[in-house]
């Protein structure tokens, strides 16, 4: 049976809560009371104290304005990931088309793959 919490009780829980990383659900608030702080209680005797629900919805908003913000100010981003990795397939598969290309040429002309294979030597550097 769950006992009354004391104002040192509500205190430590709303600091728990506050200090809390990862997703926020009253599951784990409840767990985390019963176990890092040795208070069990159920969800609905939890979620009735005001201290610990303001708490509990200020995390949870912290939480969502944090990963907004991430979201808004990270360019490197992209909008839609399933779009942007077809992209880079297309992209991929042209550059491959054009590797076979480029060989087949050279390969036509006589030049050996090896020659291909070294490092460019610009003309002014000898």
């Given at each position: 049976?769950?006992?009354?919490?004391?104002?040192?009780?509500?205190?430590?829980?709303?600091?728990?809560?506050?200090?809390?990383?990862?997703?926020?659900?009253?599951?784990?608030?409840?767990?985390?009371?019963?176990?890092?702080?040795?208070f069990p209680h159920a969800k609905q005797s939890l979620m009735a104290?005001?201290?610990?629900?303001?708490?509990?919805?200020?995390?949870?908003?912290?939480?969502?304005?944090?990963?907004?913000?991430?979201k808004q100010t990270d360019p490197k981003l992209p909008k839609d990931?399933?779009?942007?990795?077809?992209?880079?397939?297309?992209?991929?598969?042209?550059?491959?088309?054009?590797?076979?290309?480029?060989?087949?040429?050279?390969?036509?002309?006589?030049?050996?793959?090896?020659?291909?294979?070294?490092?460019?030597?610009?003309?002014?550097?000898?």
């Amino acid at each position: 049976m769950s006992k009354h919490l004391s104002d040192k009780d509500l205190a430590s829980i709303v600091d728990l809560i506050t200090r809390m990383r990862g997703k926020i659900t009253w599951d784990r608030i409840k767990e985390k009371v019963g176990t890092d702080l040795g208070f069990p209680h159920a969800k609905q005797s939890l979620m009735a104290y005001p201290e610990i629900k303001s708490a509990y919805h200020a995390k949870k908003s912290q939480r969502k304005d944090s990963a907004d913000q991430r979201k808004q100010t990270d360019p490197k981003l992209p909008k839609d990931v399933h779009e942007y990795i077809a992209k880079l397939e297309k992209q991929n598969a042209e550059l491959k088309e054009l590797v076979l290309t480029m060989t087949k040429n050279a390969n036509d002309q006589g030049v050996s793959i090896e020659w291909m294979e070294t490092p460019f030597t610009p003309p002014w550097r000898g």
